[in-house]
């Protein structure tokens, strides 16, 4: 059984920093890839960031240079550094992780809140 649970969520002002973490209950090397989605109310999910053993692969447009996603290995986990954070950043995060073989499969964590307000 596969469990992603985030962590790290809350309110911060803006400007402020967050770390959310996620914590798999597997290797990390079973995946072909992990991220982070992100889904305020009223609005769309949308990838934030992604990365593989290799190394982050992309960044969301409005992140870039503001977020940064890494790994470790030996916890099995994976983090997003949030930066000079924006109101704009509030949503609820999820982690996911993706298999691609046999066939293409997501798995998704529960989900931690982060808001960013005055």
């Known amino acids: 059984q596969v469990q992603l649970v985030e962590s790290g969520g809350g309110s911060v002002q803006p400007g402020g920093s967050l770390r959310l973490s996620c914590a798999a209950s597997?290797?990390?090397?079973?995946?072909?890839?992990m991220g982070w989605y992100r889904q305020a109310p009223g609005k769309q999910r949308e990838l934030v960031a992604g990365i593989t053993s290799g190394g982050p692969i992309n960044y969301a447009d409005s992140v870039k240079g503001r977020f940064t996603i890494s790994r470790d290995n030996a916890k099995n986990t994976v983090y997003l550094q949030m930066n000079s954070l924006k109101p704009e950043d509030t949503a609820v995060y999820y982690c996911?992780?993706?298999?691609?073989?046999?066939?293409?499969?997501?798995?998704w964590g529960q989900g931690t809140q982060v808001t960013v307000s005055s």
């Open positions: 996911t992780a993706l298999r691609l073989r046999p066939t293409r499969y997501d798995y």
């Open positions: 597997g290797s990390i090397f079973s995946f072909h890839a």
